[in-house]
């Protein structure tokens, strides 16, 4: 995907460039209006391009339980979370914290990467990535939020630090997914995610 859209761009950026060219020195428009219809031709061609890009095919047993459609709307999800997530981590100031978050974000990829070599693999991560994926962002926004606040009071410093330990706690539940992955073990995390659902609602970190 990454791959496509930066093809998208370097053909959208030539095209622009060949009309900014041919209306500037050719028809001897004005800066103003090629670069207004330069502006244009990048972003229209970009669109068209992306629209037209080839879709993942996913080979899926029927009885999975899982279809294609499924699989691509995960991945494209990730996407935007995976997006979300490394803008989130980037005003932190801690950097010990930072770095840990941007180690969350690796493993996440690897996770979604191995989904995408194996799609029904998603069935067994689905339920862990919906929660855990979900809770990291929430609780990275949430210490965002206070970590950049002028005044640290003992309650924000306490809330900081509980936030610490439930990132400890997601870093290592996505190593152990994604080792569960790789070797195909069908454990159940319903207990641990139930676990871990309780703990964030005690410390009031969602």
Known sequence: MKKLTTGAGIISGIAAGLVMLGLFFLFQFSFLITGILSIV?????????????????????????????????????????????EKLAKQIPNENIRGKIFHIIVIVKKIYENIRKDPEKMKIARQFLSYYFDTSISIVNKYSQLSLQDVHSPEISKALLKAEDMLNSIDIAFDKQLAKLLSNDVMDLDVEIETLEKTFKAEDLK
């Open 41 to 85: 031709t990048f972003f229209g061609i970009y669109v068209i391009l992306f629209a037209l890009r080839p879709k993942e095919q996913f080979t899926i047993n029927p009885g999975s339980g899982i279809t294609a459609e499924m699989v691509q709307t995960t991945l494209r999800e990730s996407e935007e979370k995976i997006r979300e997530l």
